[in-house]
């Protein structure tokens, strides 16, 4: 039972290029989330799903995407790089109630120069 | 909006003393789960406690409680018997009953355990 797993760890691009983070869980957890950290800021939720084939926005979505085709794979998705989207980015699955409890992935960070 | 604040940017602590981090927040939900996150250097995210609002009596796990006041919409984290491995990022965090993945954290407070 691997829980969250996140690839890759660390990446730097360029501004202007595209790339995808993944994130896979082994619960069969329907809640998946994205969170983006950043120095000062705590943890601020973009995308989030509630089940395969559904999506929403969170608190910060702009410059992201996401897309959920089975309950294990959660993708988070960036178009265009600008340097405001250097942070360290967590995924994370929940069973909803009555825990609760989000499973955090151990984290990508994320440099764009 | 659901506010989390963390007025405690760092604090620090002797082995085996106790301490007590500070947590507010704003909402005009009656349900809801507040949560305290600990994030040590390894970056990994470990649940520490949970609470339900419903739940008058606070939670304890371990070395690990809370003094919750709903009125006061306050919830402070107490660690006990303090061990240098409680060096970590303390977040506190809040989630409406009503949606399970819209999660407010605060800033967070950086603790350290001196010897």
């Known amino acids: 039972n691997a829980g969250v797993t996140q690839t890759p760890k660390f990446q730097v691009l360029k501004t202007g290029q595209s790339m995808t983070l993944q994130c896979a869980q082994d619960?069969?957890?329907?809640?998946m989330s994205w969170y983006r950290q950043d120095p000062g800021m705590g943890l601020r939720l973009i995308h989030y799903?509630?089940?395969?084939?559904?999506?929403d926005q969170g608190e910060v979505p702009n410059g992201y995407n996401v897309s959920r085709s089975t309950t294990e794979d959660f993708p988070l998705r960036l178009l265009s790089a600008a340097p405001s989207q250097t942070s360290v980015y967590f995924c994370?699955?929940?069973?909803?109630?009555?825990?609760?409890?989000?499973?955090f992935g151990p984290g990508t960070r994320l440099t764009v120069l | 909006a659901q506010t989390v604040t963390q007025s405690q940017p760092e604090m620090s602590v002797q082995e085996a003393e106790t301490v007590t981090l500070s947590c507010t927040y704003d909402?005009?939900?009656?349900?809801?789960?507040l949560f305290w996150y600990k994030q040590p250097p390894s970056r990994q995210m470990i649940l520490v406690i949970r609470?339900?609002?419903?739940?008058?009596q606070n939670a304890t796990e371990n070395r690990f409680s809370v003094n919750f006041q709903k009125a006061a919409k306050s919830f402070s984290l107490k660690i006990s018997d303090s061990q240098l491995g409680d060096t970590a990022m303390y977040f506190c965090?809040?989630?409406?009953?009503?949606?399970?993945?819209?999660?407010?954290f605060g800033a967070g407070t950086r603790l350290t355990v001196k010897p």
């Open positions: 965090a809040f989630k409406r009953y009503s949606n399970n993945n819209d999660m407010r």
């Open positions: 994370a699955s929940s069973s909803g109630p009555p825990y609760n409890e989000q499973f």
């Open positions: 909402t005009s939900e009656s349900n809801y789960y």
């Open positions: 619960m069969n957890h329907e809640y």
């Open positions: 799903s509630v089940g395969a084939g559904i999506t």
């Open positions: 609470q339900e609002a419903y739940k008058q």
